[in-house]
C-alpha cells in the first residue's frame, strides 16, 4: 500500500507543473482528496459535526423562520428544508414535516428561558466548531476573537434569509413576466428553459459552498478556489444525493431491520454525507489556492529551531517596518501568507513573542510591537524563538563537560554577533 503510494506521489509530484503536462497536473487534485479522505481527519470531522448539527438545527431555522416570519413569507422556509432532506426519498415528507413542527413550536414560546439559554449555546458552539473545522482545512492558528465572532455570525444570520428572500421573490418575479411565458412556449427554448429550471438548484448550492469557503475560514480566501470547491462539491452533493436516493428506495430490508428508527438512520447518515462533502470542497479549494501544499497534505512541516529563528526575526522586522512606517498592521494570517509558511507553524513563533513582551495583539487581531523598537535587542528575538513561553519548564542537562563548553560558545558567538543590534537599528538598515 505505502509503496503504491510512494509511487504515486513519485508519478504526480516529482516533475513541475511544465514539465509533468497538464493532465498530470490536474490529477494531482484527485489523488490529493482521495488520500485525504482515506487517511480519516476530516471523516472524524464530519462526524463530530453530525452531533452538532442535531443540537442546532431547529434553533437556527427558528431564529431564521422569525425572520422570514417578520418579511411575511415565513411558509418559505419549508421548501429548502425539503430540498435538503430530498435525497431521503418519500421519508423527506416526514422529516421536513418533524422539523418544521419543532421550529414552530420553539418560535410559539413552548421553551422556558433555561431551554432557550441551552439552544443558543448548541448555535454558538456549533459555529465555533464549524469555524475550527475549516481553520484546520485551511491551516489557521487562530480562530476570529469574540467580538468578531459575535459582529459577523449575527449579521450573516440576519443578512442570510434577507438575501434568500430576495432570490425567491425574483425568482418568482421572473416566473410571472409575460415575455419568459412566451418564450416557454417556443419548443426549443422551452426545452432550454425547462433544463435551466433543473440546474438552478445546484448551481444555488454551488455559490453557497463558495460563500461559505470565503467567509467561515479566519483567512483571506480568494473567489477563484472558492468557486472551484463550491462547484465541485455542489456537483458531487447532486450526484451522491441521486445516489442515495436510489439507495433508500431499494434498503426495504433495512427500513424492515430498523422499523421507527429508520427514518433518523438515514437522516444521519445523510447529514454526514452532506458535512463530509462540504469538507473536501473546501480542501480542493485550499489546494487550488495552495497547489504547492498537495504533495504534503495535511502533514505540517516541522518546526525547526533554525526556522523558529527565522520566523521570528522576519516577524518582527515586517511588523516594525509597517509600524514605523504607519502603514497598516499585520495579523498572524497576513503574516503567513506574505512569509508562505502555514498558519499552524508560525502561531507558536507568534505566542513565544509575545509571551516574551515583543509582541501584543489588539481586538482586531492587529500584531503591534510590545515595547519600544529602540530597546528591543536581536538577541531576545532569537532567544524567545527558542522558546514556547516563558512560564514553561525547561529540561536540563546532565552533559559532558567539553560538549557543554561548545553549546556555551556557540551561544556566546551568537551574542557578540548581534551584540548592540536593536530592532529599530534592523529596519533603519533598510532605509
Same mark, same amino acid.
Given at each position: 500500500m505505502?509503496?503504491?503510494q510512494?509511487?504515486?506521489?513519485k508519478? +504526480?509530484?516529482d516533475?513541475?507543473? #511544465?514539465?509533468?503536462?497538464?493532465?498530470?497536473?490536474?490529477?494531482?487534485?484527485p489523488?490529493?482528496?482521495?488520500?485525504?479522505?482515506?487517511?480519516g481527519?476530516?471523516? +472524524?470531522? /464530519?462526524?463530530s459535526?453530525v452531533?452538532t448539527?442535531?443540537l442546532? @438545527?431547529? %434553533?437556527?431555522? /427558528?431564529?431564521?423562520?422569525?425572520?422570514?416570519?417578520?418579511?411575511g413569507i415565513?411558509?418559505?422556509l419549508?421548501?429548502?428544508v425539503h430540498?435538503f432532506?430530498?435525497?431521503l426519498?418519500?421519508?423527506?415528507e416526514?422529516?421536513?414535516?418533524?422539523?418544521?413542527s419543532? @421550529?414552530?413550536?420553539?418560535?410559539?414560546?413552548v421553551l422556558g428561558?433555561?431551554?432557550?439559554a441551552?439552544?443558543?449555546?448548541?448555535?454558538i458552539?456549533t459555529i465555533?466548531?464549524?469555524?475550527a473545522?475549516?481553520?484546520?482545512?485551511?491551516?489557521?492558528?487562530?480562530?476570529r476573537?469574540?467580538?468578531?465572532?459575535?459582529?459577523?455570525y449575527?449579521?450573516? $444570520?440576519?443578512?442570510g %434569509?434577507?438575501?434568500?428572500?430576495a /432570490?425567491?421573490?425574483l425568482?418568482a418575479s421572473?416566473a410571472d !413576466?409575460t415575455f419568459i411565458?412566451?418564450?416557454?412556449?417556443i419548443?426549443p427554448v422551452d426545452?432550454?428553459?425547462v433544463?435551466i429550471?433543473r440546474?438552478?438548484?445546484y #448551481?444555488a448550492?454551488?455559490?453557497?459552498f463558495a460563500f461559505?469557503?470565503?467567509f467561515i475560514p479566519?483567512?483571506?480566501?480568494r473567489?477563484? %478556489?472558492?468557486?472551484a470547491?463550491g462547484?465541485f #462539491?455542489? !456537483?458531487?452533493w447532486a450526484?451522491?444525493?441521486?445516489a442515495?436516493t436510489?439507495?433508500? #428506495?431499494?434498503?426495504?430490508?433495512?427500513?424492515?431491520?430498523?422499523t421507527?428508527?429508520f427514518?433518523?438512520?438515514t437522516a444521519?447518515?445523510?447529514?454526514y454525507?452532506?458535512?463530509?462533502?462540504?469538507l473536501?470542497?473546501a480542501q480542493?479549494?485550499y489546494y487550488?489556492?495552495?497547489p504547492?501544499c498537495m504533495?504534503?497534505g495535511?502533514?505540517e512541516p516541522r518546526?525547526?529551531?533554525s526556522?523558529a529563528?527565522?520566523l521570528a526575526?522576519?516577524? $518582527?522586522?515586517?511588523?516594525?517596518?509597517?509600524?514605523?512606517?504607519g502603514e497598516p498592521?499585520?495579523?498572524l494570517?497576513?503574516?503567513?501568507?506574505?512569509?508562505?509558511?502555514p498558519?499552524?507553524?508560525?502561531?507558536?513563533v507568534?505566542?513565544?513573542?509575545?509571551?516574551?513582551g515583543l509582541l501584543v495583539a489588539t481586538?482586531?487581531? @492587529?500584531l +503591534? %510591537?510590545?515595547?519600544?523598537i529602540?530597546?528591543?535587542?536581536l538577541?531576545g528575538?532569537?532567544?524567545?524563538?527558542?522558546?514556547y513561553?516563558k512560564d514553561?519548564?525547561?529540561a536540563h !542537562?546532565r552533559?559532558?563537560?567539553r560538549?557543554?563548553?561548545?553549546?556555551?560558545?556557540?551561544?556566546?558567538a551568537?551574542?557578540?554577533r548581534?551584540?548592540?543590534?536593536? +530592532?529599530?537599528?534592523?529596519?533603519?538598515d533598510?532605509?
Amino acid at each position: 500500500m505505502f509503496a503504491l503510494q510512494e509511487r504515486l506521489e513519485k508519478l +504526480l509530484f516529482d516533475r513541475t507543473a #511544465a514539465a509533468a503536462g497538464r493532465a498530470v497536473s490536474l490529477l494531482r487534485y484527485p489523488y490529493a482528496l482521495i488520500r485525504d479522505f482515506i487517511r480519516g481527519e476530516l471523516n +472524524l470531522r /464530519a462526524m463530530s459535526l453530525v452531533y452538532t448539527t442535531l443540537l442546532s @438545527v431547529v %434553533p437556527l431555522l /427558528a431564529f431564521s423562520f422569525s425572520i422570514f416570519k417578520g418579511l411575511g413569507i415565513h411558509r418559505n422556509l419549508e421548501p429548502f428544508v425539503h430540498e435538503f432532506f430530498r435525497p431521503l426519498g418519500e421519508n423527506a415528507e416526514e422529516m421536513t414535516g418533524r422539523v418544521i413542527s419543532f @421550529v414552530e413550536n420553539m418560535s410559539s414560546g413552548v421553551l422556558g428561558t433555561l431551554g432557550l439559554a441551552f439552544l443558543l449555546f448548541s448555535v454558538i458552539s456549533t459555529i465555533q466548531k464549524i469555524e475550527a473545522t475549516f481553520n484546520f482545512v485551511w491551516r489557521v492558528e487562530r480562530p476570529r476573537s469574540f467580538a468578531r465572532r459575535i459582529s459577523e455570525y449575527l449579521s450573516l $444570520m440576519i443578512v442570510g %434569509p434577507i438575501i434568500v428572500v430576495a /432570490a425567491l421573490s425574483l425568482t418568482a418575479s421572473l416566473a410571472d !413576466v409575460t415575455f419568459i411565458e412566451q418564450l416557454a412556449e417556443i419548443q426549443p427554448v422551452d426545452t432550454a428553459l425547462v433544463a435551466i429550471g433543473r440546474l438552478v438548484p445546484y #448551481a444555488a448550492v454551488s455559490l453557497l459552498f463558495a460563500f461559505l469557503y470565503v467567509f467561515i475560514p479566519n483567512t483571506r480566501v480568494r473567489v477563484v %478556489p472558492a468557486l472551484a470547491g463550491g462547484l465541485f #462539491a455542489g !456537483v458531487l452533493w447532486a450526484a451522491l444525493g441521486a445516489a442515495f436516493t436510489a439507495f433508500i #428506495a431499494y434498503s426495504t430490508r433495512l427500513s424492515l431491520v430498523y422499523t421507527s428508527f429508520f427514518i433518523l438512520f438515514t437522516a444521519l447518515i445523510w447529514i454526514y454525507i452532506s458535512w463530509l462533502i462540504l469538507l473536501l470542497g473546501a480542501q480542493l479549494s485550499y489546494y487550488v489556492q495552495h497547489p504547492e501544499c498537495m504533495r504534503r497534505g495535511q502533514q505540517e512541516p516541522r518546526l525547526t529551531a533554525s526556522l523558529a529563528e527565522q520566523l521570528a526575526l522576519n516577524t $518582527m522586522y515586517l511588523i516594525a517596518r509597517s509600524f514605523k512606517k504607519g502603514e497598516p498592521g499585520w495579523s498572524l494570517n497576513r503574516l503567513a501568507e506574505r512569509l508562505d509558511v502555514p498558519g499552524m507553524l508560525l502561531g507558536p513563533v507568534i505566542r513565544s513573542l509575545e509571551g516574551a513582551g515583543l509582541l501584543v495583539a489588539t481586538e482586531q487581531e @492587529v500584531l +503591534l %510591537p510590545g515595547r519600544d523598537i529602540a530597546e528591543m535587542e536581536l538577541s531576545g528575538i532569537v532567544d524567545a524563538a527558542r522558546r514556547y513561553h516563558k512560564d514553561e519548564p525547561t529540561a536540563h !542537562v546532565r552533559g559532558s563537560p567539553r560538549a557543554q563548553q561548545l553549546a556555551q560558545e556557540i551561544d556566546a558567538a551568537l551574542g557578540e554577533r548581534l551584540q548592540g543590534r536593536t +530592532l529599530r537599528s534592523l529596519v533603519e538598515d533598510e532605509d
